[in-house]
């Protein structure tokens, strides 16, 4: 199953997920309802995203005259992917990370730390910007804010659930659906955890794609391969202070790694990405090093 098709079954199955819900909560009106508060929510997130987290790190805007080299391979991959030149960004950390934002091409940016800007040589600065700009071209903040808006409605379900329980819900299930307080004892405890579990595979889905396009794009598999190791390596030893909300977006998992972390990480392991790196690497005739 490819990324786009496996993406596109999780958001049904997340979708799925509301109206069992609803069922189990007897009717359709409170998943409508909670479905249509995430939406409110999530919109500003979506319509406002570049400015947010861009703002949350400190990031600060550099232009040509700042970082002639930088912007040179930015405006060279933008006008391969057909797209504006997106605005830059620079976070001052020393951990090494970037990541793209904005809704559509025509508002997007690209940020990265100081630490990456120091870290990698231009050849690997390029796979690591195709790859952001792919997650531009891909839409993928367009498919994360869905994913978090049907994932917001799951969790506030599951608190009315948990409402409905304490004031005697399970009761009324019992005559009206049949669910009772085994229902919404499943909705309150597995329906969050499916949510979340979901939209991790979603997130991980998408930066296979990001991988898949930026490496073809620049047809140099091996330079974001190259790229991605040392990137793990400094973030390791100098992790981000990263908010975990805002995790998903960078190209590494800022946090700090631990057995649980990497079990429910929004990233897939870096040795899947790296022997994917190398498949495409071969299907182009060279070998990802």
């Known amino acids: 199953m490819n990324n786009t098709l496996r993406t596109t079954v999780l958001l049904a199955a997340l979708t799925g997920l509301i109206v069992w819900i609803g069922q189990l909560l007897g009717g359709s009106q409170g998943a ?3 479905l249509v508060l995430a939406a409110v929510m999530n919109f500003g997130s979506y319509w406002f995203s570049d400015r947010i987290v861009i703002a949350m790190y400190g990031g600060r805007e550099i ?3 700042d970082d002639p080299e930088l912007y040179a391979i930015v405006k060279t991959l933008a006008q391969q992917n057909q797209m504006p030149v997106p605005r830059l960004f620079l976070i001052p950390t020393e951990s090494p990370n970037a990541f793209a934002t904005g809704r559509n091409p025509q508002h997007a940016a690209v940020a990265v730390t100081a630490g990456i800007r120091r870290l990698l040589t231009r050849r690997e600065l390029q796979g ?3 790859h952001e700009l792919a997650h531009v071209t891909n839409r993928d903040i ?3 804010s869905i994913a978090a808006t049907l994932a917001g409605a799951i969790m506030m379900l599951a608190r009315m659930a948990q409402w409905a329980m304490i004031f005697g819900g399970g009761r009324r299930d019992d005559r009206e659906d049949g669910g009772g307080a085994l229902g919404l004892l499943v909705t309150m405890i597995v329906a969050p955890l499916a949510a979340m579990l979901i939209q991790m595979a979603i997130s991980r889905s998408r930066e ?6 930026g490496a073809r794009l620049v047809r140099d598999p091996e330079a974001l391969a190259s790229a991605l190791r040392k990137i793990a ?3 390791a ?4 202070d990263a908010s975990p909300q805002t995790a998903h977006m960078f190209i590494i998992n800022p946090l700090r790694a631990s057995a649980l972390q990497n079990l429910f990480s929004t990233h897939p392991p870096l040795e899947e990405r790296l022997e994917r790196l190398q498949r495409i690497a071969a299907e182009l005739g060279h070998t990802a090093g």
């Open 208 to 213: 296979f794609q990001a991988d898949d396009t």
């Open 32 to 34: 409508v309802m909670a």
């Open 233 to 235: 390596g400094g973030s």
């Open 128 to 130: 690591v910007l195709a």
């Open 63 to 65: 232009h040509e005259q």
């Open 237 to 240: 030893a100098v992790p981000l």
């Open 142 to 144: 367009l498919i994360s």
